[in-house]
């Protein structure tokens, strides 16, 4: 994809320099390779090392306050998850939280690129820059600005909903089991539909203008550009962009603890959550770490069924 | 061909209209946000709510400012963003230029295993660095915690930088290695220069996402001393009646910062972003 013609590694002079500086290091044959080691270093030392070892501790018996010596039990944390009900409550409101999220993102997303994207539309630039907003927000004070706005005594959200005569009384929607997860779902919506938007319209600005000029040609209507030009063009990187999307929403429990604590009961309970609190409340190492691989494990099926069906792979 | 004209406009007041009610749905909960701290306390917990202050003051910030710790806070903070760009841009411009520049064997496995790694659960990662932290000392330490942070950010710096090298042709390069440069020399001298604006642009991407980040740090650091300021504004939430006013005093500093920066990347920010993603 890239213009640039990638040279082979430089080959062995015949006569290697004594590699001393970094500049004679630069002429040696494994140049290509000296330059990648540091990042591989550090990537492997914080990042290969702990998955790894994070996976193992999953077979461990390793609980801080109780069993601070690590021992191995063998699946008999997986065990424990099999037959706890807040587990499988958690999977079910990942589920919800993963799919409602995705889409509701990306159909946001969707429609302000292509209203983004339309020639000749003028005075966009400051209405980008204030939808790009919200992504550059940080989860601990996008939390607070909606717990302010969706308060059930000062909430300016209930205000204009009773004054307009949508609602009767003030609804405490991050307090009631039927509103909540919708809540943190708006928050999230509000705090990543930009992401979606910032990627589809450069992948938008990426279609060639001379197709959509032939299809006018031939008296192709804009729903039919719409499903037969744009939307095939822009799949690998819907696809791209709703995996990324996708891993962030089902590993991120930030604004669950800002917002929920999982609760009320277990109406907003995901596993991210599941998994944090066994570790930063219950010191429970094995446990979180069992939590986090699974969720690594449907990470890893969703994104390989996902690219299969989606058939990006295929050309 | 008055009806072609008469759609185009149609669709051009639909765009408008979506675009503006984005734009409101964006930025509304911040300006909110901004008007609120600039009310007092008394004015915030009414039972009419006031719109717009009728008492506007920066006393809220004031107090914010003064009170014990805050300025520690944002200190923090800032040290250990400034750790973690500057371990990210020095392991990324490398890595990211040999992916670039040259093909060897496993190139394609190793980007994919760069993007592969964003898929880790958080949880995952953080216990054995916990762990590791601990053992080597660092368990609480700004720099700790930035290595830490740069488990994240490395790859991505790495995408965003060999998009931006990818850009830059390498014949300036073999024309400065005629000139008598070492490999080494040319990047110093000719492709750093010339790839400012992305380097610039990672750099704030990378500080602008350790500036924000939660997770790992109420995990990380538990002493006054290293807490970074989005740990300390959760913490201020008490049990019973919300501090609003100083809620969103502190909301709105912390904020100006990513903001500016933000502004001054803009355009190679997300060029590069795009360049990383979209390019497969």
Known sequence: MSNVDRVAAPARPLLAPPHWRIADLSESSRWAY?????????VAAVA?????????LSFERYNLLRSPVPTFIGLGQYADLWTDSTFWTSVRNTAVWVTVGAASQFLLGLVTALALNRPGLRGVGALRIGLLLPWLMPSVVAGHMWSLLLDSRIGVVNDVLVR???LHTYVAWFAQAETAMGAVLVVDLWRSFPFFTLLLVAGLQGIPEELYEAAEVDGANAWYRFWRITLPLLTPVIVAAVILRVIGLVNAPDLMIILTHGGPGLATHVLSLLAFNDAYTGFDFGAAAAVGTVMLVLLMVFTSLYVRVSGVTRD | MGSRAQTRRFYDAVAYVVLIAAFFFAVFPILWTLLTSLKSNADIVTTEIQYL?????????ATLWAQAGFTAMFFNSTVVTILTVLVCLSVGVTGAYSLSRYSFPARGQLLLFYLLIRMFPAVLLLLP????LRVLGLYDTHIGLALAYSTLLTPVSIWMLKGFFDTIPPELEDAARIDGCTRAGAIVRVVLPLA???VAATAVLVAISAWNEFLFALMLTTSQGIRTWPVGLQLMVGEYQLPWGLLTAGGIISIVPIVLFFALVQRALVRGLTLGAVKG
Do not use: D, H, M, Q
């Open chain 1, 34 to 42: 000296y330059l990648l080691v540091p990042s591989l270093l550090l």
């Open chain 1, 48 to 56: 290969v090392y702990p998955v790894a070892s994070g996976v193992w």
């Open chain 1, 164 to 166: 307009t005569g949508v």
């Open chain 2, 53 to 61: 202050p009728l008492r506007p003051s920066f006393e809220n910030y």
């Open chain 2, 129 to 132: 660095i916990f762990i590791a």
């Open chain 2, 196 to 198: 400012r604006p992305g």
